[in-house]
């Protein structure tokens, strides 16, 4: 009897315990009947500047817009998207993009500038809605569509044609209503797509179904966002291969600009650059030299023979060497590390390539080279 007493004493204790004790699992402290509710966050510094009714109006007023445009869209379509969004904080500059002196001004006429001053590019100044960058690979058409994203003050939203495909028939032009609505929401705001040109090829009769419906409803969306004067939205497409996007897509993007190989100036900058974290003994005769060696050579090809030159004291070391030498011992760069670098470091693009994108310029480009 008396051990019977003693358990149950022991099963309420015990319940006592894990209602009232350290185990406790309700957020803050305990309050009176009388107190004020403290919520479980830290309250926000400019939330004291704005009244509370107004506070929650306004919340409430963009919450219902944003439902009203996204609600016949599933969350895991919305989240998608939303995932896209670049970090527009980062700190390229368009100092970071050695040469592409025209590119540069003209992408800062016809797209940072409508961004910050919005009222001045009005009526027949408004800026063009459909911007193509097309050139060689390893130019720096990404760099580029980045430092836009750092630049214009902007929603970024840098796509891939991985992230537009499904495997489930109609979820494609799903995800592409979905992308442009989420960037009518964020305004003014910044589509990129990279390699632009594997979803918006020329149409044939052996294509997909699923792939036609993704095309079809990109021009349908691009259509509304060029014929739309008040909505801020800006469609970037680069591609390597401007002779295969669809005619119809091609006339959607209002700006072709052709992104050139590096000049030789272009290319003495980018050898500067590169090695300034590199202990070397090039003079500015090298430099010249280097980038006069180098013609034909695109950003990205430079940067490899740069890697390649940067390996050449290393490996002029043994291997009980490397494992025991300080880095300050190291010897530096010099010359003949690079007449080394380009008989393993050859031009990516051929002259007849090159030719191709010059005859696309002249024919459907909106600038002359």
Excluded at 165 to 177: I, P
Excluded at 288 to 305: E, K, P
Excluded at 333 to 339: A, I, K, S
Aim: hydrophobic share 35%; with cysteine.
């Amino acid at each position: 009897m008396e051990q019977n007493l003693k358990s149950k004493q022991n099963e309420n204790n015990n319940r006592t315990s894990l209602m009232y004790g350290s185990s406790k699992r309700s957020l803050g402290s305990r309050r009176g009947v009388r107190g004020n509710f403290v919520p479980p966050f830290e309250k926000d510094s400019d939330s004291t500047s704005k009244p509370t009714s107004s506070y929650i109006a306004e919340n409430k007023s963009e919450a219902s817009i944003c439902d009203e445009r996204l609600k016949q869209f599933d969350q895991k379509i919305v989240d998608m998207i939303m995932s896209e969004i670049m970090d527009s904080k980062s700190s390229i500059t368009w100092d970071d993009i050695a040469g592409l002196e025209f590119s540069k001004k003209t992408l800062q006429e016809i797209v940072i500038l409508p961004m910050l001053r919005p009222d001045l590019f009005v009526g027949l100044r408004g800026p063009p809605k459909g911007l193509l960058l097309f050139g060689p690979p390893g130019t720096g058409k990404t760099l580029i569509g980045k430092c836009i994203a750092s630049q214009s003050n902007s929603t970024f939203f840098s796509i891939s044609a991985s992230s537009l495909t499904s495997k489930w028939v109609g979820e494609g032009e799903k995800l592409v209503r979905a992308l442009f609505s989420v960037a009518r929401i964020h305004q003014p705001s910044v589509i990129f797509i990279d390699e632009v040109d594997s979803l918006l090829t020329q149409r044939s009769e052996t294509e997909h179904e699923s792939s036609r419906r993704i095309k079809t409803e990109f021009l349908v969306q691009l259509d509304g966002i060029t014929t739309n004067d008040d909505e801020r939205i800006l469609f970037i497409g680069a591609t390597n291969r401007p002779q295969e996007l669809d005619e119809a897509a091609r006339r959607r993007f209002v700006k072709r600009l052709y992104i050139p190989l590096p000049t030789r100036s272009a290319r003495k900058e980018i050898v500067q650059r590169l090695l300034r974290q590199n202990h070397h003994t090039l003079k500015e005769d090298d430099f010249w030299d280097i980038a006069h060696r180098a013609d034909g050579y695109s950003g990205a090809d430079m940067a490899n023979l740069c890697r390649e030159a940067a390996m050449g004291p290393i490996r002029s070391l043994t291997i009980e060497a490397i494992q025991h030498i300080a880095c300050d011992e190291v010897r530096p760069v010099e010359l003949t590390d690079f007449h080394a670098a380009f008989r393993q470091v050859r031009a990516s693009n051929s002259s007849s390539d090159l030719e191709q994108y010059l005859k696309w310029n002249s024919q459907y480009g909106s600038f002359e080279v």
